[in-house]
Structures are given as structure tokens and as C-alpha cells.
């Protein structure tokens, strides 16, 4: 997210060819791994057992729950206003920044829900058998962000690509 958003500060400058396409790149992962891959898997697995342990948290678990439904249209919708951008030219930038910045507010403060009350409560309130189904079914992803696990080659090609072209200091490639 603090990526996207240094690459979206930035703006296309004298290459907007890269510029589109690391930013493509980035929603594209979004789209295709925490929306489809990650956050199902914390709605079937973690919440309910968190939800079950601690029903004072049933308000949390509700938001992010109602964030997860919402989450994969917003990220197409912004897919769709960055191509708008790209091939319609300047004139639709703000409509992509205008949806931008609330997205990345929104994703953030999503993260650190999870980060600070729900990941807290989880390690207070499971087991180490429930743990090890939940690292089993999270391991599966292999998300090449997490640094845990192995990564999927598939990913793993994305996450290099976005970080060989996204310019420095945002990735590896020229600024």
C-alpha cells in the first residue's frame, strides 16, 4: 500500500509506460492474492474461531468481514479507473486519485485491525493445534510478501516484476 501510494504521489513523470504498468501490477496482486487467496481464508478459519473465543470482538470481526465483501469490487473499480487513466489520458487522473486515497485508508486500516486486535486475541485465545491448521491453510498461499513461506513461483514472478520496475527508492528499477 505505502508503495502504491509513493508510485501514485509520483505520478507517471517521464515514463508513464512503467508507471502503468507497476501500478497495473500492484492492483492486480491485490486482486488476485489477498482478495481471492488470503481473505477467504481468514473469514472461514480465523474470525469464527476468534468470534467463538471472543465474542466481545463480534463488532471487529463484523467490519472486517463486511470489508472482505466490499474489498475485490473497490480493487476492480480502481483496476478500472487506473486504465481509464492510462488510455484516456489526464483528464481522468483525479478520478483515480479521488478513489485511490480512500481505498488505501481503508485497506490500512484494515491491516491494522487485524494486526493489533484480531493476530493479539488469536495468539491469546488458540491453540497450537488450531495454529498449525491455520499456518497449514495459509502456507497453501505462499505469498512471496510474507517472507514465511516459500513462495508460489507465479507470485513470486509478480512480486519481481513490480520491484525490478517500480523506480527507486519504491522498488529496484531506475528513478
Known amino acids: 500500500m505505502h508503495s502504491m501510494r509513493m508510485m501514485v504521489e509520483r505520478g507517471p513523470q517521464d515514463d508513464a509506460e512503467r508507471f502503468f504498468d507497476v501500478l497495473r501490477a500492484m ?3 491485490i486482486d488476485e492474492f489477498p482478495e ?3 481473505h477467504p481464508k481468514e473469514s472461514d478459519l480465523l474470525f ?3 468470534a467463538r473465543r471472543s465474542p466481545e470482538l463480534m463488532e471487529t470481526v463484523t467490519r472486517l468481514e463486511r470489508d472482505h465483501l466490499h474489498g475485490e ?11 481509464a487513466w492510462e488510455l484516456l489520458g489526464e483528464s481522468r487522473r483525479q478520478a483515480f486519485v479521488d478513489a485511490f486515497k480512500p481505498y488505501v485508508d481503508f485497506y490500512l486500516e484494515h491491516m491494522r485491525l487485524e494486526e493489533s486486535v484480531i493476530l493479539p486475541e488469536a495468539e491469546m485465545q488458540l491453540s497450537e493445534t488450531e495454529w498449525a491448521e491455520l499456518d497449514a491453510a495459509f502456507e497453501r498461499n505462499r505469498d512471496p510478501l510474507t517472507g514465511k513461506y516459500p513462495p508460489d513461483p507465479a507470485y513470486d514472478r509478480l512480486f519481481t516484476r513490480i520491484v525490478m520496475k517500480a523506480p527507486a527508492p519504491i522498488g ?4
Request: charged residues 20%; aromatic residues 8%; positive net charge.
Open 172 to 175: 529496484l528499477g531506475e528513478a
Open 27 to 29: 492492483l492486480f496482486y
Open 73 to 83: 469490487a473497490q480493487v476492480r473499480e480502481l483496476q478500472h479507473l487506473l486504465l
Open 48 to 50: 469464527p474461531r476468534v
Open 36 to 38: 481471492r487467496l488470503h
